[in-house]
């Protein structure tokens, strides 16, 4: 018996010593929680300088997209605004009761006329826009120089 008892009391004393005991909680506020936790004083981050050449051009650089159009591509927007009117008046006569059938035939196919001429036109007039970007109609490149390649082998 002698020994259940001193293997009880080992056995309590090392239950015991398994359990932590907290020392008794004292609950900090939430500011002593921050000051704890708190991060050293940092900058307000890095400070950048440009220089006066990048300034002027960055300022070259919006001049030049801010400048009037060319001759070539104010032509394209006036035959477009021309398209579009007469895409407006060719609706309206179809639209319009004032008119017989046959007057109304008349003015749309005269219209029409008009509307297809402006549009060769502007598929004109944009083509040689993108002609000196090396662009060529079909859509690709132009593959100028290449000639006949065989030769070259």
Sequence with gaps: ?????????????????????????????????AEEFKVPEQKQGDTVSISMEAKALVAAENSE??????PQEQRIKMLQDQIEKLQEEIKELQDSDELTEKEKLQQIQGKQ?????LQKQLAEAQETLLEPQGVASGGGTRANGFGNSVDSF
């Design 1 to 33: 018996m002698m020994i259940e008892s001193s293997l009880a009391q080992q056995t309590s004393v090392f239950a015991d010593s398994l359990n932590v005991k907290e020392a008794p909680s004292v609950e900090k506020t939430a500011g002593e929680k």
């Design 65 to 70: 997209e801010s400048d009037t159009d060319s």
């Design 113 to 117: 006329v008009q509307l297809m001429e």
